[in-house]
């Protein structure tokens, strides 16, 4: 039966709690907030949270003092007629722009006052218009610039942003974002199949106790030291079309019909992508796995080949259980950083094959819409989370507890 954790003990505990919470819950929470609004930084009607109407008072104050402005040029362009008419119209627009004008943010807006202000700004369009009419001849300055002020302060009535659960239905009819998963799919499955392949091997050989191993396993590391983007700059002229020599080589192999397509069809830039993750991480699962290897008992080895039994014999009876920890450590950890890929993909390709956390960049970052951004996170979110349960249920679950 498992011991109960003392209070001392959780107050050693409590500190890390804090750290988890608020540099990895937090983020989740947040994220989880902003899916359930249209929330868009470029976009001054959705640039906030709005569960209610609000009027954006700073801009509806600066756009009516640029009427008057325009309005007072106009002053001594018109008879006496027109000026009483000019006069009211600059009355009646100081009137409503004056309790904003300490205003620094937007004020909520209750569903009267978002008619009073509309209704406003088309009494304001039509006055403008009718002593445009009036004096046809004159060229009045207002008219140059009434409709766009017009129409801005009609967009400073800013109503509520909250969707509820429309991004998430938005999300399973997205056609580009299971394109986007499909993609991180493929990369992630066949990418950590070599480094898991290639890993165990370089392990292996790193296990051994011959002369110079040393040196066989700094070497074999420098790919893992290299930052990502560096890794990715230096495969990027390995490919590149006119003088890499990957790209040559793969050219006279026949595996592509020319080197420029290495990186610039579909095929060929998930194959440059793979081929350079695969070399950076090898090393870095060959590591977890080597940790492994070094803690299992060299005096079974030493029996089983007493009792006749050969190396694949060995290694399947033998070395895989006792290893199955280490491997559970090592594919979780590289199949959730290849499954989060950005970096590689972002320098190498710029982009291309698109993966979820750069469909997710581009949605966020490059068209501001950090609403539905944040429902494509959360569905990375749950896609990791169910990657680590079958890992766990597969690999054994009481190794965790272990």
């Known amino acids: ?39 868009q930084t470029n976009d001054q009607t959705r640039n906030a949270l709005y569960t209610e109407g609000h009027l954006n008072a700073p801009l509806f104050h600066e756009d009516g003092t640029y009427l008057n402005f325009y309005l007072k040029k106009d002053l001594s362009l018109v008879d006496e007629t027109g000026q009483q008419t000019i006069a009211a119209l600059q009355q009646d627009i100081l009137e409503a722009i004056s309790p904003y004008a300490e205003a620094k943010q937007p004020l909520a807006l209750s569903g009267e006052g978002a008619k009073q202000v509309t209704a406003f700004v088309a009494n304001i369009r039509q006055r403008v218009k009718d002593l445009e009419n009036a004096y046809p001849d004159v060229e009045l300055n207002i008219s140059k610039s009434a409709d766009s002020l ?20 938005r999300l399973g009819q997205d056609g580009r974002f299971f394109s986007a998963l499909r993609n991180t799919l493929v990369f992630t499955i066949i990418s950590v199949f070599f480094e898991l392949l290639i890993g165990m091997g370089l392990a292996l050989v790193m296990n051994r106790a011959v002369r110079g191993i040393g040196l066989v396993r700094t070497v074999s590391l420098i790919p893992w030291a290299i930052p990502t983007a560096v890794s990715a700059l230096i495969w990027t002229y390995l490919y590149d079309g006119t003088s890499g020599i990957v ?16 990186l610039t069809s579909a095929s060929g830039t998930m194959a440059a992508a793979i081929i350079a993750d695969v070399w950076k991480t090898t090393p870095y699962m060959a590591l977890l796995l ?101 890992y766990v249920k597969v690999l054994g679950a009481e190794l965790i507890n272990e």
């Open 1 to 39: 039966m498992p011991k109960r954790i003392t209070w001392r003990q959780f107050l050693f505990v409590l500190p890390l709690l804090l750290l988890v919470s608020v540099f990895s819950l937090y983020p989740i929470f947040t994220s989880g907030v902003y899916s359930f609004f249209d929330y």
């Open 150 to 169: 017009l129409d801005e302060m009609d967009s400073t009535v800013v109503g509520s942003n909250f969707i509820g659960l429309e991004g998430y239905k």
């Open 247 to 262: 790209a040559r080589l793969f050219t006279q192999l026949g595996l592509i019909a020319s080197p420029e397509l290495l």
């Open 290 to 390: 080597l940790a492994g290897l070094q803690v299992i008992d060299h005096g079974l080895y030493e029996s089983a080949s007493v009792d006749g039994a050969g190396p694949v014999r060995t290694f399947i009876r033998i070395t895989l259980p006792l290893l199955k920890p280490s491997l559970l450590v090592a594919l979780l950890f590289r199949t959730l950083d290849a499954f989060r890929v950005y970096d590689l993909i972002a320098v190498l390709t710029k982009g291309t094959p698109e993966t979820l956390s750069i469909y997710a960049y581009k949605v966020m970052v490059g068209q501001g819409n950090y609403g539905y951004g944040a429902v494509i996170v959360l569905a990375m979110f749950v896609c990791v989370g169910l990657i680590a349960l079958l």
